[in-house]
């Protein structure tokens, strides 16, 4: 954990929409649990520009757990996810592929065998909160806590030119591909300019964006500023 106290600079600030996320309805009685990558290539299939924009990414789609609705499943091998007609299939893209995107309405892709028809869609802008979080993080097997947030420090620095003063690190994620197992760590930063929020979600950290991984949202609980719906 990294957590250094300062007080709360934010000011009014107007966010950028040159990237943003586009929130699909879907139509799908049942997922997999672990479906970052098969999800990833369903979507390459079909959207292929994907994997030549920096600031694209594939969020996993998550389904409240019926038992206290928040918290999903974790028995990847005995359980499946069951979507609600709430549930949404988000892409995050730059503006200017907003066309490019739309060409999945009406589309049904296979996720591991589990079909998936995907429905209009609509826009959120991304929110200029003081904390932000991802919930997959990609991070070495051989790294301990420690190492992850010194590295995750100094790459924040390099993409904000900033210091990170709050920043902490949750539970571990295993995302499986066909080559190898993914360890991911779930990481929250907090005290956040405006524009280092902004800056962050629209870039990411590390690899594995079309998994999912290194994507941020904004955390509403915590000196949320003002969001721009």
Same mark, same amino acid.
């Given at each position: ?53 920096? @600031? ?53 892709? @296979? ?22 979080? @991802?919930?997959?993080?990609? @991070? ?90």
């Amino acid at each position: 954990m990294f957590w250094q106290e300062d007080e709360d600079k934010s000011l009014p600030y107007q966010a950028p929409d040159d990237v943003l996320d586009l929130s699909f309805a879907i139509k799908c009685k049942e997922l997999p649990i672990d479906h970052a990558w098969y999800l990833s290539q369903a979507i390459l299939k079909q959207l292929p520009w994907l994997a030549d924009e920096p @600031s694209a990414g594939v969020h996993q789609i998550h389904v409240a757990e019926s038992g206290n609705g928040w918290i999903r499943p974790d028995d990847v091998e005995n359980e499946t996810l069951r979507p609600s007609h709430r549930t949404r299939m988000v892409l995050r893209i730059p503006k200017t592929r907003l066309d490019d995107a739309n060409v999945l309405v009406g589309k049904t892709i @296979s996720i591991q065998g589990y079909p998936l028809t995907i429905k209009k869609p609509r826009k959120k802008l991304l929110t200029h909160s003081s904390v932000i979080f @991802s919930r997959y993080v990609l @991070s070495d097997k051989d790294e301990d806590e420690n190492s992850f947030l010194e590295r995750i420090l100094a790459e924040v620095e390099s993409i904000t030119g900033h210091k990170i003063k709050k920043m902490l690190c949750g539970k571990t994620h295993i995302l499986r591909t066909p080559e190898k197992d993914c360890l991911t760590r779930h990481l929250m930063i907090a005290d956040q300019t405006s524009e280092d929020s902004i800056l962050l979600q629209q870039l990411g950290l590390g690899e594995g964006h079309l998994m999912g991984c290194g994507l941020f949202l904004p955390h509403r609980g915590i000196k949320s500023l003002h969001s721009i719906e």
